[in-house]
């Protein structure tokens, strides 16, 4: 069981941050929430205390708190840092080094590997200097889910909505698998239920509920398979 950093911005796509620390949860590993300040505007902090039965991290200055520097001692513990949603104006930050919040001062002070979900508006995501900060971050290592396309929260559709939550924590448990023995190969896998006709009128069939099709390429993609 790994400590996963899970970073949340402020955006109306917030609340699915929810469903992504389940599911890693579920996987088995621990969750530790850090919130921006805009993050609370659009799902509260207890929501996530509730189902990390941890305290979620909202300010650098929080009374109370442990007298550890609180970024520093997440920073060495996590074994990844995964921010979903985040903006433009945080891609921007920690693309130009800005620690002027808990998640930016982690963010630089973390040697785990960093995944990013970005999730706004389409034109916001297109534009040239958000592409450059994004080419800059995954020059410097950071990995990216790319958003979805679809219908907007701004009513427009386009690219720039947060991508599902499973493709956010699958790639997160693969950045997580030590081993990648299937780097480098390609994996076809079927799942689902076939049928085979004998004649016009009759076939033969199975009703294969697709799970274990599932599971399976799940898990090679974890080792490095492209699927």
Not at 48 to 70: C, H, K, L, Y
Not at 104 to 114: I, Q
Not at 150 to 168: T, V
Request: include cysteine; glycine fraction near 8%; charge should be neutral.
């Amino acid at each position: 069981m790994a400590l996963i950093a899970v970073g949340v911005c402020g955006g109306i796509s917030a609340y699915k941050a929810v469903d992504v620390v389940r599911r890693l949860q579920q996987a088995g590993h621990d969750v530790a929430v850090v919130m921006t300040r805009a993050a609370r505007r659009f799902v509260g902090p207890l929501t996530f205390e509730a189902i990390t039965q941890r305290r979620v991290i909202t300010s650098q200055w929080t009374p109370g708190a442990n007298a550890d520097i609180e970024h520093i001692a997440l920073a060495s513990e996590a074994a990844l840092l995964l921010i979903a949603p985040i903006t433009a104006n945080t891609v921007a930050r920690l693309a130009h080094g800005n620690a002027d919040d808990f998640l930016s001062s982690l963010y630089l002070a973390t040697r785990a590997p960093v995944l990013i979900a970005p999730a706004m508006n389409s034109h916001m995501y297109d534009h040239p200097a958000t592409q450059a900060n994004l080419d800059l971050l995954r020059a410097r290592g950071v990995r990216l889910v790319e958003p979805g396309e679809g219908y907007l929260a701004c009513g427009w559709i386009g690219k720039g909505r947060l991508a599902e939550p499973e493709a956010i924590v699958s790639e997160a448990l693969r950045l997580l698998t030590p081993t990648q023995i299937l780097a480098g190969r390609r994996v076809v896998v079927t799942a689902g239920p076939t049928y085979e006709d004998l004649d016009p009128v009759r076939y033969l069939g199975n009703r294969s509920s697709g799970r274990m099709g599932i599971a399976i390429a799940a898990d090679a993609a974890r080792h490095g398979a492209e699927v």
